[in-house]
């Protein structure tokens, strides 16, 4: 399981485009860009209390688009399989031979991205 900061990143770039500008705008500049709350704050003329509440309430509307649609968890989900396909043709192809055909392996997981 990926971290708090790292799972937000990923349901904004899932899930950003139902925010309104400002939330998205707001979490872009936190998760994407690093900046901090005061920066924020700084850059849009509002309060570092106001940034904090629109971020709280901004990530708790991607936790319920996640809950209802459930695309990172789907997502996760593949990846995992997917790691475990490739562990088994490790295994079932020797070091070598799997080496050789890695790259195939990644290009027909780049057709699902």
Do not use: H
């Amino acid at each position: 399981m990926i971290d708090e900061f790292a799972r937000n990143g990923s349901l904004l770039e899932l899930y950003g485009g139902l925010l309104t500008e400002k939330q998205r705008e707001i979490l872009e500049l936190y998760y994407i860009e690093n900046w901090s709350l005061a920066e924020i704050a700084e850059y849009l003329k509002i309060s570092r209390q106001g940034v904090y509440d629109i971020l709280q309430r901004a990530i708790r509307q991607l936790n319920i688009f996640e809950e209802k649609l459930g695309l990172l968890r789907k997502n996760e989900q593949k990846i995992a399989r997917y790691n475990n396909i490739l562990m088994k043709m490790q295994e079932l192809l020797g070091e070598d031979n799997y080496k050789l055909l890695l790259p195939y392996f990644e290009e027909i997981k780049n057709l699902f991205d």
